[in-house]
């Protein structure tokens, strides 16, 4: 599979240590530095070969190394929390993708829609800027992740399915954040952590259908290359 936005590769070594090869890529240099220490920590063993990484923007999949290319295309390209946001179009990824992926090859994208109901819920408490900033539409929120500043735009997943094109049929949705809170509360879990494991069970229950599975704090969207 090929990773986008790996981060600091947390998802990638899950991955390997469960059997997958893992191409990750990232295009900050400390995250691909970390990747590095992650794969030198790998037992040595079968697992070891299966994680490579590479510095590169997912603007720029042309270029990933030919040797980390499957002749017959990934099965898998995954891209994990709203690492995606951080472009304003999705289409300079998504032309990419047909010449990456095998024919019924699968995209899992984690993004970030625009409504959640847990930051329009800080309206009631006079938190007005962060109940509204996924709906500036025409306006990017400048967030904060580990140690980095990055402009975040909202996609809907009718807006992530018209990037990727009629080639693509869309599988699933599963809204993540929903009923429970997102981390910017983050003391809810430690303050009512039975209410916050009931509210995690309702995001698995109800979170994968309409309407609930177009929004919240993620949405993660599985569609396959139909190639049609
Ligand atoms: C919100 S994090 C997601 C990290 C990781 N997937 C996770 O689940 O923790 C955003 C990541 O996107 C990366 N990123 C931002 N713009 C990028 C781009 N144009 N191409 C590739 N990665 C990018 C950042 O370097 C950062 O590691």
Redesign the pocket.
Known sequence: ML??????G??AVFFVQHGRHVHA????E??ISVIAHKQNQLPADAHLGNLSFQQ?????LDQIHPAQRPAQGYDLVF?????????PDLSAITRHLPALLRRDGYVVW?IMPPICPWELAQAARGQFKTAFRRLHASRSTL?H??G?Y?HTHYFSPKQVMQALGPQFSLRQLQSIGLFSPPSFLEAFPRRLPRLFHWLCRQDENVGRSWPFNRMGDYVMLTAQYTHV
């Open positions: 990773e986008l936005n790996a981060g600091t947390d998802d890529t990232d295009l900050a400390g995250m590169l923007s997912f603007t720029q891209s994990n929390f709203g690492g995606l946001n951080c472009h984690v967030a992740v580990e980095a990055f």
